[in-house]
């Protein structure tokens, strides 16, 4: 395997020398399950199925973070005054390759709500424009627009989209029949937290460009879960995590922005560059730990030892067989089709369990934590309470049983 170590020695050398070829290249032959459990940090006997909320970032890649800082510390004042920007340029072409997208168009934030606060904070909204989002908007998402439509005097509209029956086509069109001659912009999930639901995003995007809506795309857990040709998505924003599904450590992010809105954008933390246009802007937001954005091209390696189609087939094929697994285990049913599955899905949890309050899902989970040793996210929404399984390429249809037998071993009495 060709390793990306020149890009870190070299910050004028180019990215196309090191990278792996991630969307194809692979080992064929890395193991998953138990076996893959070794490149990461997770606790002896935790069943870790919430690899969505924050990440579990590969020993590899925290080598490469760790290599990087004391490279850093070696010069501090060289290395940021200096060496940093190209670095991060490079690093955005790299990224850039992998995401179907001009690393000039990106720039590296510490998570996506940090980006849509940007795009949002820089948008000149009046009295009287609308904005639409849905109902599964991530919850730090929903409140930032409530935040700028209600010192705008915009009015924002949540379109409900139902679950779990719910199909693509359905979802275009509940979000067409909610336009107006008065909707400015659109905030659509490209894969919902909540619901773990993959939105047809390029389809409405190109339906809002013939109306001449803005489109901005939280893709927190697009990247690395779902191929992401950006440039052909047709939106005007896409952020999403590196710190997810690629696997950089936490607190990288990225955003790429449509050339023609670029100069309107600016980042929520004004420093020295701002006036200098947008990638210098954010390129600079100050003193700060730069590794989780440079150790991005790290990360990409780490996937490609896999290969991405067999990583991606690996982890969606688990999600599907442990969604239907599950549900047939405790007597429930999954929430999202095959058609709409990347590697989360979720299953509902038996009535028993009570009314769907989220103080009664977080002591459910806290239960499974402390008790069993499993960590699965839970969440109560549409009169229901909702396991998402996130699964990577440490877990294996093991981890779905001991979950399936702990849901079973604290279920109510009826």
Not at 182 to 199: E, G, Q, W
Not at 389 to 405: F, G, K
Request: charged fraction near 20%; aromatic fraction near 8%; hydrophobic fraction near 40%.
């Amino acid at each position: 395997m060709k390793t990306n170590t020149a890009w870190m020695g070299d910050a004028a050398s180019d990215p196309s020398e090191t990278d792996t070829g991630a969307k194809a290249f692979g080992s064929e032959t890395k193991p998953f399950g138990p076996d893959a459990r070794a490149d990461f940090m997770l606790e002896h006997g935790l069943t870790y199925l919430n690899h969505g909320a924050f990440g579990a970032c590969p020993r590899p890649v925290m080598g490469a973070a760790h290599a990087l800082r004391e490279r850093i510390e070696g010069q501090p004042s060289r290395f940021l005054t200096t060496e940093l920007a190209p670095l991060l340029r490079q690093t955005a072409d790299r990224l850039g390759h992998y995401l179907g997208a001009r690393g000039e168009d990106i720039v590296f934030l510490d998570n996506a709500t940090t980006a849509i606060n940007a795009v949002l904070r820089s948008l000149v909204l009046f009295p009287g424009d609308d904005i639409l989002t849905t109902s599964q908007t991530y919850g730090a998402v929903m409140r930032t627009l409530e935040f700028v439509c209600d010192r705008a005097e915009a009015r924002l509209i949540p379109v409900h989209l139902d679950y779990p029956a719910i199909d693509a086509d359905s979802v275009v069109q509940t979000i067409l029949d909610a336009v107006t001659p008065r909707t400015r912009l659109l905030v659509i999930d490209h894969i919902t937290s909540k619901t773990a639901s993959i939105l047809p995003v390029a389809e409405i995007a190109a339906e809002c460009a013939e109306r001449g809506i803005l489109v901005l795309v939280d893709g927190a857990h697009g990247p690395g879960m779902v191929d992401t040709d950006i440039d052909a998505m047709g939106v005007t924003w896409y952020t999403g995590n590196c710190h997810k599904w690629i696997g950089a450590p936490r607190g990288a992010a990225f955003l790429w922005t449509t050339p023609d809105r670029q100069p309107f954008l600016r980042p929520t933390t004004i420093s020295h560059h701002v006036s200098e246009g947008y990638t210098p802007a954010f390129d600079w937001p100050g003193t700060k730990d730069f590794t989780p954005y440079l150790t991005v091209p790290a990360a990409l390696d780490y996937r490609a030892e896999y290969g991405e189609a067999r990583l991606t087939a690996y982890c969606r094929d688990l999600a599907i067989q442990a969604g239907a697994h599950l549900a047939s285990e405790i007597g429930t049913s999954v929430g999202v089709p095959p058609d709409m599955t990347g590697f989360m899905t979720t299953v509902k949890l038996p009535a028993a369990f009570g009314r769907a309050r989220q103080d009664t899902a977080n002591a459910i989970r806290l239960t499974l934590r402390t008790d069993h040793d499993v960590e699965v996210d839970i969440q109560a929404f549409e009169g229901s309470l909702w396991m998402r399984l996130s699964l990577y390429v440490y877990n294996d249809m093991e981890d779905v049983d001991r979950l399936a037998r702990a849901i079973n071993a604290i279920r109510p009495s009826s």
